[in-house]
C-alpha cells in the first residue's frame, strides 16, 4: 500500500473549486431514471448519455472526478477514446463503485446492509488496472420508529471499513458512504443524533481494520430535518448542525469530506453547500459528490432529444458552475436555482 499515493489522490478529489460527480448508478437505477424520461435503457444509450458528462470542457475547472459503473469504466466517445482517456486528458480522476447494492438485514425490519465484499479482494483489480484511481461503497441508515438500530450500525460499518483497507492495498482512494436516508418525518435533532453515531462507530470500525485515514475520504449526507417532516428547510441551522457534527465525530487527519445530493432539490442541494463552505475553513476539504442534484436536468434535458446533445450539454455546464461556487462558498442564492432547471427541462 502506497501511502502517499493514497494521500495525494484523496486530496486531489477535494482539492478547493471542485468537486465529484456521481454517474456510478446500477444498471437498475439506471433502468428507473431512464424509464421516468420516456428512454430505454440500453448499454448504447447509457454510453450515449454518459459520453455528454464525460466530454463537457466544463469538467476540467469544476471536477476532480467522476464516478463510473462498472460497465463504463471500459465505454468509448464516438470517436473512439475511451472516457477514461478523455478524463486524464482533463485533470479528472476516474473512480469505480463497487457495492453491489443492498440486501434486508434478516431479523431488523426495514434495515439494508451492502453487499459485495466476500468477492471484492478478486473483483477491484481489473478496475485498479484499468485505471480507476478511487471507489465509492454506499451503505444506508434508515431513520423511523425503532431504527437505526446499533446492530445495523455496526454491521454497515464492518463491511465500510473492510472495503476500504482492500481498496488501499490496490492504492485505490476508498470513499466510505454511510447515508443517512432523507426520508421519512423525524426531526433535525434526530438526524444529527443519528449521524453522530453513525461516524461514531464507522471511525471506530476503521480505526480496527487499520484503514489508512489520510488516504480514505467521507461520503455524507447533511443533517436535514426529515423529508416528510413538514419542517421548512433552514439553511443557516443545516451548516451550523452538518458542520458541527462533523468537528466533533470525524477524525481531523481523514483526507476530505463530501456531500450527497440525497433527494433534495438541487436549490437545497446548493444553498446548504454554500452555507457549509461559508463556515469554513474546515479540517478537511469539503466539496460535492452528487448524482441526482447535478444530472436530474441534464437527463430530462437530453430524453427530449437525445439525438442532438447540445442542450444538455450546456444545462451540464451550468450546474457544474453552480455546484463549483457553492463548492467556494460565492454562489448567487437569489438565483432561482430550481427555476431554472424546471425552465431548461421544457427547452
Ligand atoms: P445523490 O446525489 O443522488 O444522492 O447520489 C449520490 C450518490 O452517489 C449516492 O451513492
Given at each position: ?7 495525494t489522490?484523496?486530496h ?36 450515449k ?19 463510473f459503473?462498472?460497465?463504463t ?11 477514461t ?45 484499468a ?29 465500510l ?17 454511510p ?21 461514531d ?83 478537511w ?5 452528487y ?30 458552475q ?26
Amino acid at each position: 500500500m502506497n501511502t502517499t499515493l493514497l494521500e495525494t489522490t484523496a486530496h486531489a478529489l477535494v482539492t478547493p473549486g471542485k468537486g465529484i460527480l456521481a454517474a456510478d448508478e446500477s444498471a437498475g437505477t439506471c433502468e428507473r431514471r431512464f424509464t421516468a424520461v420516456g428512454v430505454e435503457s440500453t448499454e448504447e444509450n447509457r454510453r450515449k448519455y454518459r459520453q455528454i458528462l464525460v466530454t463537457s470542457p466544463a469538467i476540467r475547472d469544476r471536477l476532480s472526478g467522476i464516478i463510473f459503473f462498472e460497465e463504463t469504466l471500459w465505454q468509448k466517445t464516438d470517436d473512439g477514446r475511451l472516457f477514461t482517456d478523455v478524463l486524464a486528458e482533463n485533470g479528472v480522476l476516474p473512480g469505480i463503485k463497487l457495492d453491489q447494492g443492498l440486501q434486508d438485514l434478516p431479523g431488523f425490519p426495514g434495515e439494508k446492509v451492502s453487499a459485495g465484499l466476500d468477492s471484492l479482494a478478486t473483483r477491484i483489480e481489473p478496475f485498479a488496472k484499468a485505471g480507476a484511481k478511487f471507489a465509492k461503497w454506499r451503505s444506508v441508515i434508515a431513520i423511523g420508529e425503532g431504527i437505526p438500530t446499533q446492530t445495523c450500525i455496526d454491521a454497515n460499518s464492518y463491511v465500510l471499513a473492510r472495503y476500504a483497507r482492500i481498496c488501499q492495498e490496490f492504492d485505490v482512494v476508498p470513499i466510505v458512504e454511510p447515508e443517512v436516508l432523507f426520508d421519512g418525518t423525524h426531526t433535525i435533532e434526530r438526524c444529527e443524533e443519528v449521524t453522530a453515531n453513525v461516524y461514531d462507530s464507522v471511525f471506530a470500525a476503521m480505526s480496527r481494520y487499520r484503514v489508512h485515514l489520510p488516504g480514505a475520504v467521507l461520503k455524507t449526507g447533511m443533517v436535514l430535518p426529515g423529508k416528510d417532516s413538514g419542517a421548512e428547510m433552514d439553511h443557516a441551522a443545516v451548516a451550523v448542525a452538518t458542520v458541527r457534527t462533523l468537528v466533533r465525530h470525524v477524525p481531523k487527519e481523514l483526507g476530505g469530506v463530501v456531500f450527497l445530493s440525497g433527494g433534495q432539490t438541487p436549490k437545497d442541494a446548493f444553498t446548504n453547500l454554500n452555507r457549509i463552505a461559508q463556515l469554513g475553513p474546515h479540517p478537511w476539504g469539503v466539496t460535492f459528490s452528487y448524482s441526482r442534484g447535478i444530472q436530474d436536468p441534464v437527463l430530462k434535458t437530453w430524453a427530449k432529444n437525445t439525438a442532438d446533445p447540445t442542450a444538455a450539454s450546456d444545462i451540464y455546464a451550468r450546474m457544474l458552475q453552480i455546484a463549483s461556487d457553492s463548492r467556494k462558498g460565492i454562489l448567487d442564492e437569489s438565483m432561482d436555482i430550481d427555476a431554472f432547471v424546471s425552465r431548461s427541462q421544457d427547452l
